[in-house]
């Protein structure tokens, strides 16, 4: 009885009453084969179990260090004087911090409230962080340049494969608010996806910096260093009516997609203005601003104009287009809509950004929640913002400072509701900040502070 008891009697005993009453010779032989193969699998089991025990513990022992945060100055005079050496020593720095940023995410995406980390998309990008930290962390000891460029690739690939992030968060915020049938994120969330999104804006930030200084040879870096103040991806020269000039541009384009015009944009203040900053990094700021301040006039302009909801606009206009009504001329001149002042003020604490509109502005009841993620006034449904003139498909999104390719729609003026909230965390990454100020019936204000001396660590989660 007691044998019984026993797993590993109870085979043995099994298989030889087995072996004895039917095919003595070349069962016994195939048993015994398949007892081996069993122990054997039951071994790599065991080392698959282990080393996952392993890996796990590689996990939890980052998880527990904490981050080191570096100043925008630090990186730029890093990058100003370096030899392939001295890349292998950022390589080296980079071998240790990064498993650390990955870390606190992988445990933090485990344990979210509400069941969030349960969702579909939320474990696919656990899968990613995990992936990536597990590429990183096996990557050996790196001693020599040839080191420094084998894992530069790996962090190449890396930032590749976490360019849809962003989105995929979103998708999982959207499967868990239809889910449980929220429809706005609850404090606790809202700070989990600051933490979240900012952490992944350092990782960026500093995988981006490195990628961007292997980029080009010691004598292309001390050229681009003297042309144009960069050092990778920060300038010395980062001037704010460029950038806002370009962000406008674009923006421009993406409101005539969408509305078949788009208002003038003046850029004020202090043109000359320079400084130490990322400016794929305030472009994208500007952007948001713009878009956002293009698409309340033009649609309170029209709203006004036509006595008309807002949110009625588009479907009133299709309809007099479907009753064979001509439509006003005036509703595609630029010069009917009020122009968006950019305002540069070049302060010696901060560098201050005023985008400022009058499309209506915002109830003052209304301006907090404009900071939590995925909120928009915007319909969710394409036929909104995509029907005017069709998809011009072009650009750099929010998503991510580099060009956007191939997966998201990068399309619309609005409807993400992540525009207001990351811009602020790219703000108070370095420092700086973003707050909205509105003239309920007139118009809204946007500050954006950057801070001019980039001593500023990162602040991080
Ligand atoms: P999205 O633009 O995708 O809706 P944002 O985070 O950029 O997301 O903005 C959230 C909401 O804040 C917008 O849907 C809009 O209702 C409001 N908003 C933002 N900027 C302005 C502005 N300049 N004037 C009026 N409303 C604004
Ligand atoms: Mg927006």
Sequence with gaps: VPIHHHPHHLTHTHIHTHTHSHHPASTSLHHHTQLQLQQQQQQQQQQVLSSQHIFRNAVLSAASKSVTPISLRTLFEFGKNTSPKTLVLASQFL??????????????????????????????????????????????????????????????????????????????????????????????????????????????????QHLALHALTPEERRQAMQTSGFVGIITKDCRPTHV?????????????????????????????????????????????????????????????????????????????????????????????????????????????????????????????????????????????????????????????PSPSRGQGNTDRIAGYGYGLPLSKLYARYFGGDLELKSLESWGTDAYLYIRRLADHEEDLP
């Design 244 to 400: 806002a000039e370009d962000a406008s541009r674009h923006a421009k384009q993406l409101c005539d997609t969408n509305y078949g015009v788009a208002p003038k944009v003046k850029i004020l203040g202090s043109l000359d203005t320079k400084f130490t900053y990322v400016p794929s990094h305030l472009y994208l700021m500007l952007f948001e601003l713009i878009k956002n301040s293009m698409r309340a006039t033009v649609e309170t302009q029209r709203s006004q104009r036509l006595g008309v909801p807002q949110e009625e606009m588009s479907q009133h206009l299709q309809q007099m287009l479907l009753r064979g009504e001509k439509l006003p001329e005036w509703l595609y001149d630029d010069h009917e809509y009020p122009e968006i002042n950019v305002i540069v003020a070049n302060g010696q604490e901060d560098v201050t950004i005023k985008v400022s509109d009058k499309g209506g502005g915002i109830p003052r009841s209304a301006l907090p929640v404009l900071w939590t993620y995925s909120y928009t006034t915007a319909k969710n449904n394409d036929a909104v913002t995509s029907s005017v003139n069709g998809p011009s498909g072009s650009g750099s999104s929010l998503f991510d």
């Design 95 to 208: 071998h240790n911090e990064l498993p650390i940023r990955l870390s606190h995410r992988i445990v933090e995406l485990e344990n979210l409230p509400f069941g969030l980390s349960e969702m579909p998309s939320v474990k696919t990008v656990h899968g990613l962080y995990v992936d990536s930290f597990r590429l990183i962390h096996e990557f050996p000891k790196i001693r020599s340049i040839e080191d420094d460029l084998k894992f530069t690739d790996v962090l190449d690939g890396i930032k590749t494969r976490h360019n849809w992030v962003v989105q995929q968060m979103a998708q999982g915020i959207r499967e868990l608010k239809k889910k449980i049938g929220a429809d706005i994120l609850g404090p606790e969330l809202q700070q989990f996806l600051d933490r979240f999104y900012l952490s992944r804006i350092s990782i960026r930030m500093l995988i981006g």
